[in-house]
């Protein structure tokens, strides 16, 4: 298979393209490297630097002629999203649309597109089904919403198949600790700089966490599965703050003490995703427990404590 990842240089891209690599695939990156880094990017992967939204994108469709499509160039911060409106809606949707459009252009197989818990808001009840109601409470998730019904319209009009995956909380090693980054890398961060972790609210909010190698896989089983449709990716278990710190303090054999502080509105306060139709249609589901990953992406940053960056908080 000839692929083509945009945001190839990123935390999940980079990890999506080894796993291409290792399976025989030959694959071209395209990145900006505004949030992602070429250190990521597997050496015998096809680099180009550039934006989704640059008109030249055509060149490389023609040039590369991809099979398939791994759509994870995105602005991903929901904080970011509420600053900047015009900027998400931009990479978000107008940077999809450019690929839609070459994809239409270029006769390209199909897409895998790199979706959100967001998109759902706050939940109706859990495990959140793909049946669940989408209604986001933030313009990242409204983006990605958007992106979807794009692809599915795509779909219906010039015959494009597709599989949008909608991610729960992803972690692992490459994440970004810095700023919004997932909570892991977040807590890993500051553990590691001798500073307590900073949790808003009382802990007991919890999150579903899926591992990064287990996402890669998903988006390659979504690339030879001839299902088109939507697939929550997920481990489909929810576990609270306090409990994540408790495992982290188990892994480290110390106590870790967070410091508390007010709740942000427009955050959810639980979030678990089931994950049965990608294990049904993909045959898909988590190799990873929780723990496992944990102790993988914490020695991951302890090797790498030398850039690890002060002050972020959790998302």
């Given at each position: 298979?000839?692929?083509?990842?945009?945001?190839?240089?990123?935390?999940?891209?980079?990890h999506?393209?080894?796993?291409?690599?290792?399976?025989?695939?030959?694959?071209?990156?395209?990145?900006?490297?505004?949030?992602?880094?070429?250190?990521?990017?597997?050496s015998?992967a096809?680099?180009?630097?550039?934006?989704?939204?640059?008109?030249?994108?055509?060149?490389?469709?023609?040039?590369?002629?991809?099979?398939?499509?791994?759509?994870?160039a995105?602005?991903?911060?929901?904080?970011?999203?509420?600053k900047?409106?015009?900027?998400?809606?931009?990479?978000n949707?107008?940077?999809?649309?450019?690929?839609?459009?070459?994809?239409?252009?270029?006769?390209?197989k199909?897409?895998?597109?790199?979706?959100?818990?967001?998109?759902?808001?706050?939940?109706?009840?859990?495990?959140?089904?793909?049946?669940?109601?989408?209604?986001?409470?933030?313009?990242?998730?409204?983006?990605?919403?958007?992106?979807?019904?794009?692809?599915?319209?795509?779909?219906?009009l010039?015959?494009?198949?597709?599989?949008?995956?909608?991610?729960?909380?992803?972690?692992?090693?490459?994440?970004?600790?810095?700023?919004?980054?997932?909570?892991?890398?977040i807590?890993?961060?500051r553990?590691?700089?001798?500073?307590p972790?900073?949790?808003?609210?009382?802990?007991?909010?919890?999150?579903?966490?899926?591992?990064?190698?287990?996402?890669?896989?998903?988006?390659?089983?979504?690339?030879?599965?001839?299902?088109v449709?939507?697939?929550?990716?997920?481990?489909?278990?929810?576990?609270?703050?306090?409990?994540?710190?408790?495992?982290?303090?188990?892994?480290?054999?110390?106590?870790?003490?967070?410091?508390?502080?007010?709740h942000?509105?427009?955050?959810?306060?639980?979030?678990?995703?089931?994950?049965?139709?990608a294990?049904?249609?993909?045959?898909?589901?988590?190799?990873?427990?929780?723990?496992?990953?944990?102790?993988?992406?914490?020695?991951?940053?302890?090797e790498?404590?030398?850039?690890?960056?002060?002050?972020?908080?959790?998302?």
């Open positions: 298979m000839k692929a083509l990842v945009t945001g190839g240089a990123g935390f999940i891209g980079s999506l393209v080894d796993l291409l690599i290792n399976e025989g695939h030959e694959v071209t990156v395209i990145d900006n490297l505004i949030t992602g880094n070429k250190e990521n990017i597997n015998n096809r680099f180009i630097f550039m934006d989704v939204c640059s008109p030249d994108l055509e060149t490389v469709f023609t040039e590369h002629g991809p099979d398939c499509v791994f759509h994870l995105a602005q991903a911060s929901v904080g970011e999203s509420i900047d409106p015009i900027k998400d809606s931009e990479i949707i107008k940077g999809l649309i450019n690929v839609l459009e070459n994809c239409k252009k270029n006769n390209v199909k897409i895998i597109f790199s979706s959100t818990a967001a998109v759902y808001g706050t939940p109706m009840s859990l495990p959140i089904t793909e049946e669940h109601i989408t209604d986001p409470i933030s313009f990242y998730g409204v983006s990605k919403l958007a992106a979807e019904m794009y692809i599915k319209t795509y779909n219906i010039y015959g494009i198949d597709y599989t949008i995956l909608r991610y729960a909380n992803v972690y692992g090693p490459r994440q970004n600790y810095n700023g919004e980054g997932g909570v892991i890398s807590f890993i961060n553990i590691l700089n001798h500073e972790p900073i949790i808003l609210g009382t802990g007991e909010q919890t999150r579903d966490f899926i591992y990064v190698s287990d996402v890669a896989r998903a988006n390659l089983k979504a690339s030879i599965s001839e299902d449709g939507t697939f929550n990716i997920s481990s489909g278990t929810a576990i609270s703050l306090t409990q994540l710190l408790d495992s982290l303090s188990y892994i480290r054999s110390v106590k870790i003490s967070p410091l508390y502080q007010n942000r509105i427009g955050d959810i306060a639980h979030s678990c995703l089931e994950n049965r139709m294990e049904l249609k993909l045959n898909w589901k988590p190799i990873y427990k929780l723990e496992d990953g944990l102790k993988i992406t914490l020695d991951y940053y302890t790498h404590q030398s850039n690890l960056v002060k002050g972020a908080i959790h998302k």
